[in-house]
């Protein structure tokens, strides 16, 4: 009788060390994984400040000659953005290891009085200028040969999208010749008269967005393909996520699948208007952000129990989807930093 006491009650004390251990060990993976939730906020944010989507202007060129040619954006105001125009102060020129290019946009003497913000790019090669760290909002194309000395330049051009896409001939632009530092008017192609915005997209200079020579194209194509890539990279994240936190059953992986898609193909489908349009896209990213993850959250939260997994908690699938969400954004930025094209 005393033994079988003793062999209780240390049975008990057993069972009780074992309660207490898992009680512990869950204690600290909630502790760790509230913390790591804490730190990806904190770095969320500033990732958020630095390295969010940015707008830009990309401009692809045609009849484009195979000689050197370098290329930049004038613009109406003296400084975008990280970008500014010199200001005669010796040591703040920015060469980008180019000082012969450079002194050649520097010296050319705009008749609108637009301003070189010291952004140049070898256009020869690639037959695009893709500017895409905070672009002057009003500007010119303006393009250098080395090899002949003359410059070809646009009309007034505007950007119209948060990702504002031109096509530039060439052949159509102004061209003038320095002479000593003194800019002279050669003969250049003839600018032909259109409407202020005719059935082929052509834009008239007086309307201030364009000229014959430059025309908008936007570029939809990249758009369809960067969502996909986008979707993906979420889903994936997300499921890989899924699995840590143990909700590896096919059940619970369809139903995380499946929201996922849906909540994906609203957020980007409400962004891509936000992209074109180009208002308040910083803010409406962050509202749906959170629009987002309640939804996610609601839907887990219920699903979970329809399909027989009412023992998981709300609190573990609260943490579940914050942390989901906050790895995704913070990856998808990080690939945007690495592969911007699809971004």
């Not at 994936?236 to 499946?258: N, S």
Request: glycine share 6%; net charge negative; proline share 4%.
């Amino acid at each position: 009788m005393f033994l079988s006491t003793r062999l209780r009650r240390s049975v008990r004390v057993q069972n009780f060390c074992l309660r207490k251990g898992e009680i512990s060990v869950k204690k600290k993976f909630v502790s760790c994984v509230i913390a790591a939730v804490i730190l990806l906020c904190a770095f969320g944010v500033s990732a958020f400040a630095d390295t969010g989507p940015k707008p830009s202007v990309r401009i692809k060129f045609e009849n484009l000659s195979t000689s050197e040619c370098w290329g930049t954006l004038l613009s109406a105001e003296p400084s975008t953005g990280p970008a500014f125009a010199w200001d005669g102060t010796p040591g703040s020129e920015q060469f980008n290891d180019n000082k012969e290019i450079w002194h050649a946009f520097e010296e050319y003497e705009d008749d609108d009085g637009y301003f070189f913000l010291q952004r140049f790019w070898n256009c020869g090669e690639s037959k695009s200028l893709d500017w895409t760290y905070y672009p002057p909002d009003d500007f010119k194309i303006l393009l250098y040969f080395p090899e002949t000395g003359e410059y070809a330049v646009s009309e007034k051009c505007r950007s119209y999208a948060f990702h504002s896409y031109f096509t530039a001939d060439v052949s159509g632009l102004k061209t003038v010749k320095t002479t000593a530092g003194i800019t002279t008017e050669p003969t250049g192609a003839a600018q032909t008269e259109k409407t202020p915005e005719n059935a082929d997209g052509v834009l008239n200079p007086t309307a201030n967005d364009g000229s014959p020579a430059v025309i908008r194209d936007y570029d939809y194509t990249a758009d369809i393909v960067s969502f996909f890539v986008r979707m993906l990279i979420c889903v994936a994240v997300e499921l890989l996520i899924a699995v840590l936190f143990g909700f590896g059953e096919k059940k619970l992986m369809l139903m995380i699948l499946t929201a996922n898609v849906c909540t994906q193909i609203f957020l980007n489908s409400v962004l891509s208007i936000m992209v074109y349009k180009g208002d308040g896209f910083e803010l409406v990213y962050f509202l749906l952000e959170l629009f987002v993850l309640a939804a996610e959250i609601a839907v887990y939260c219920l699903g979970f129990k329809k399909v027989g997994r009412g023992d998981i908690s709300r609190a573990r699938i609260i943490i579940y989807t914050v942390v989901a969400n906050i790895v995704s954004f913070l990856g998808g930025f990080m690939l945007a930093l690495a592969v911007p094209v699809f971004f």
